[in-house]
């Protein structure tokens, strides 16, 4: 077991989803995995292993913001051995062309700052996503009918952001989406030669104001599972 992580060595496999939400990574298990055990409950952020068509697979969650899935991407990466790890999210859409309920496929992951920023100094990294994975996860979404957008997200350090000239930016540039997590665990996997992705599903736009009932909330984050399982086991 590690600080943050409860698990005995062995109970994490190499494929790990990373969910913000612990109550999605027990969703996630119950629905999508067989055998699934709970491995980690370690301050409330569950974690369970099982297996999805015969792959070993463990779900736990991230927590929001950088700092708390740097915590669990270090441990669960350096500790645990996780080879492959998929964030599976919510964001905020940021052009018109996205729409709420589409799925984001996020190929790199801009940020003002992220927990790595010490190591960086002037350097300007890139974080960005394992190319095999994104790719395997378009054909996924494509299967099954899902209107999905692979580019730049941002992943911000906050939430109540109320900086109208980074939204501005961001959009300027192409951005689609912001959330909070994306661009350290794609920095962590470079910096530890593991694969990473972000698969996004829209639950709120940030120029239309919609947001994703809660009653939709479950189907669009089970075909984010099913597109993460699938780009990893393809
Ligand atoms: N900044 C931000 N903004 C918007 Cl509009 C979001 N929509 C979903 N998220 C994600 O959901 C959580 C915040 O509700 C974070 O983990 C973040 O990754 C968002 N984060």
Same mark, same amino acid.
């Given at each position: 077991? #590690?600080?943050?992580?409860?698990? /005995?060595?062995?109970?994490? =496999?190499?494929?790990?989803? $990373?969910? &913000?939400?612990?109550?999605?990574?027990?969703? *996630?298990?119950?629905?999508?995995?067989?055998? =699934?055990? %709970?491995?980690? /409950?370690?301050?409330? !952020?569950?974690?369970?292993? @099982?297996?999805?068509?015969?792959?070993?697979?463990?779900?736990?969650?991230?927590?929001?913001?950088?700092?708390?899935?740097?915590?669990?991407?270090?441990?669960?990466?350096?500790?645990?051995? *996780?080879?492959?790890?998929? +964030?599976?999210?919510?964001?905020?859409? $940021?052009?018109?062309?996205?729409?709420?309920?589409?799925?984001?496929?996020? !190929?790199?992951?801009?940020?003002?700052?992220?927990?790595?920023?010490?190591?960086?100094?002037?350097?300007?990294?890139?974080?960005?996503?394992?190319?095999?994975?994104?790719?395997? =996860?378009?054909? *996924?979404?494509? *299967?099954? &009918?899902? #209107?999905?957008?692979?580019?730049?997200?941002?992943?911000?350090?906050?939430?109540?952001?109320?900086?109208?000239?980074?939204?501005?930016?961001?959009?300027?540039?192409?951005? %689609?989406?912001?959330?909070? /997590? =994306?661009?350290?665990?794609?920095?962590?996997?470079? +910096?530890?030669?593991?694969?990473?992705?972000?698969?996004? #599903?829209?639950?709120?736009?940030?120029?239309?104001?919609?947001?994703?009932?809660?009653?939709?909330? /479950?189907?669009?984050? @089970?075909?984010?599972?099913?597109?993460? %399982?699938?780009?990893?086991?393809?």
């Amino acid at each position: 077991m #590690t600080i943050h992580i409860g698990a /005995e060595p062995g109970q994490i =496999a190499e494929t790990v989803l $990373m969910p &913000g939400d612990p109550y999605r990574a027990k969703w *996630a298990a119950e629905t999508f995995l067989e055998g =699934a055990e %709970l491995v980690n /409950e370690v301050r409330g !952020m569950l974690g369970f292993t @099982g297996t999805w068509k015969g792959h070993r697979v463990t779900i736990q969650g991230s927590g929001m913001g950088m700092p708390s899935l740097s915590i669990y991407a270090n441990e669960l990466i350096r500790d645990y051995g *996780a080879k492959t790890l998929i +964030r599976i999210g919510s964001c905020g859409a $940021m052009q018109e062309k996205v729409a709420i309920r589409d799925v984001i496929l996020a !190929m790199s992951a801009t940020s003002i700052s992220t927990p790595s920023l010490s190591f960086f100094k002037e350097v300007n990294f890139a974080p960005t996503a394992d190319f095999d994975l994104l790719r395997k =996860a378009w054909d *996924a979404a494509q *299967a099954k &009918g899902i #209107t999905t957008h692979t580019g730049g997200i941002y992943s911000a350090d906050v939430f109540y952001a109320e900086r109208p000239d980074l939204d501005e930016v961001m959009e300027r540039h192409g951005i %689609l989406a912001v959330e909070m /997590e =994306a661009a350290e665990l794609y920095t962590l996997a470079a +910096r530890f030669g593991v694969r990473a992705l972000a698969v996004l #599903t829209v639950s709120d736009h940030l120029k239309t104001h919609e947001a994703l009932p809660s009653s939709d909330r /479950e189907k669009s984050f @089970g075909d984010m599972v099913e597109i993460a %399982l699938e780009a990893a086991f393809a």
